[in-house]
T-cell receptor
Framework: GESVGLHLPTLSVQEGDNSIINCAYSNSASDYFIWYKQESGKGPQFIIDIRSNMDKRQGQRVTVLLNKTVKHLSLQIAATQPGDSAVYFCAENTETSGSRLTFGEGTQLTVNP | EAGVAQSPRYKIIEKRQSVAFWCNPISGHATLYWYQQILGQGPKLLIQFQNNGVVDDSQLPKDRFSAERLKGVDSTLKIQPAKLEDSAVYLC??????????????FGPGTRLTVT
């Protein structure tokens, strides 16, 4: 079935660098996307979301970009810090699926001091 | 504000045994979700409640999994009998919104189940 997936399972960056985490989705009906951060032993934590009528949305140190043409989503983290080390998931929702979220498989981000 | 509480945090059982997980959502949250997260994968929705009614259980293996939220507050998820492939983290999430909206899902720490 259709699902959301990620290009890279792991990403290692130096502290202070910018990080880019990618996500590909295959359901063209998806109209809402969320990025979650999951630290070891904890549940996923909301980072930022974007609707399909937008191309870009910014938060504090994070930016999400949406390219509907190629069904691609990315999360950019500026000035990555050791506390950003975690697994990052993208999740998608379609209007017809109520509040059900379909999660991708995650990218492990490691920030080296 | 207290977060979503789950217990136990860890459970080890043998296959064919039964197990139950408990979740207490954030006070006042009408919608409650149970997810299964297999190691290395994203969470997969098992069942969604709004108050004490089931909204979506299409991905719940009903031959062995059951869940209830009798009073519209806390919830239990049961597996009977367990299989090796049920080894996973079981996450509970709650939301203040109506079942139609996907955002504002607050997750608990999860219960890590190991089936041997």
């Amino acid at each position: 079935g259709e699902s959301v997936g990620l290009h890279l399972p792991t990403l290692s960056v130096q502290e202070g660098d910018n990080s880019i985490i990618n996500c590909a989705y295959s359901n063209s009906a998806s109209d809402y996307f969320i990025w979650y951060k999951q630290e070891s032993g904890k549940g996923p934590q909301f980072i930022i979301d974007i609707r399909s009528n937008m191309d870009k949305r910014q938060g504090q140190r994070v930016t999400v970009l949406l390219n509907k043409t190629v069904k691609h989503l990315s999360l950019q983290i500026a000035a990555t810090q050791p506390g950003d080390s975690a697994v990052y998931f993208c999740a998608e929702n379609t209007e017809t699926s109520g509040s059900r979220l379909t999660f991708g498989e995650g990218t492990q981000l490691t920030v080296n001091p | 504000e207290a977060g979503v509480a789950q217990s136990p945090r860890y459970k080890i059982i043998e296959k064919r045994q039964s197990v139950a997980f408990w979740c207490n959502p954030i006070s006042g949250h009408a919608t409650l979700y149970w997810y299964q997260q297999i190691l290395g994968q994203g969470p997969k929705l098992l069942i969604q409640f709004q108050n004490n009614g089931v909204v979506d259980d299409s991905q719940l293996p009903k031959d062995r999994f059951s869940a209830e939220r009798l009073k519209g507050v806390d919830s239990t998820l049961k597996i009977q009998p367990a299989k090796l492939e049920d080894s996973a983290v079981y996450l509970c999430a709650s939301s203040p919104g109506l079942a139609a909206y996907p955002y504002e899902q607050y997750f608990g720490p999860g219960t890590r189940l190991t089936v041997t």
